[in-house]
């Protein structure tokens, strides 16, 4: 299984499609280690211990009921989390960062909508999380529309140009930080 989002975030600076992408991952591996857990063999040596008043029985339908929950949980997550998933390439592969902006309204009303709905992933840590990995995407944008050594280029043959792409650079942050204080205004107004 890959890292979880928290772990990734220390690790270097994911993007929210390692978001999607862990929860598709555990998601998908947890469905087929419930699926296992639910075949013929499996029931047929749990009925066995249950028949033999092993002690492993308990400890092995814990655990079945534990996986259980770690699925619906995942499942739950990915459902949610995955709406994102156009948001986030158009974030990712907007050409013109000059209207990036555009993305961020849309992208903050579906979080908010997740918070609203989600039974999971609704927890302020998992939304730390993906708010850092969208920071990031955007980072990675402007360090492309505005790259260290094209700065310095600019400053010596057009440092008017240099100052236009450094503050449409802030705008766009800035813009960006304006809509996550809204919604994140909107969904403490709601509770």
């Known amino acids: 299984m ?8 220390k690790n270097g600076h994911p993007n929210p499609l390692v978001e999607i992408a862990f929860w598709k991952n555990k998601s998908e591996n947890l469905d087929s280690i ?36 770690a699925k619906i949980e ?4 990915f459902s ?4 994102l998933e156009d948001w986030f390439l158009q974030l990712m592969n907007q050409s013109d960062f ?3 902006h555009h993305l961020f309204v849309p992208i903050m009303h579906t979080i908010l909508l997740i918070w609203q709905n989600s039974k ?13 990995e969208i920071c990031n995407a955007i980072i990675e944008q402007a360090r492309v529309y505005v790259s260290g050594s094209m700065i310095f280029q600019l400053l010596e043959n057009s440092p ?6 450094l ?3 802030i705008d766009v942050c800035t813009k960006f930080k304006d809509a996550y204080f809204e919604y994140k205004g909107q969904a403490e107004n709601q509770w």
């Open 74 to 77: 995942a499942n739950d997550s």
């Open 167 to 169: 503050q449409c650079t």
């Open 34 to 69: 419930h699926q296992q857990l639910q075949s013929e063999q499996v029931k047929k040596i749990l009925k066995f211990l249950l028949q033999s008043k092993s002690t492993y029985y308990e400890p092995f339908k814990k655990l079945e009921e534990e996986v259980k929950q």
């Open 80 to 83: 949610y989390v995955g709406i």
């Open 98 to 100: 000059t209207k990036l």
């Open 160 to 165: 008017t140009s240099a100052s236009n792409k």
């Open 2 to 9: 890959k890292l979880e989002p928290e772990q990734a975030l």
């Open 120 to 132: 999971y992933y609704n927890t302020p840590s998992r939304l730390v999380v993906l708010i850092r």
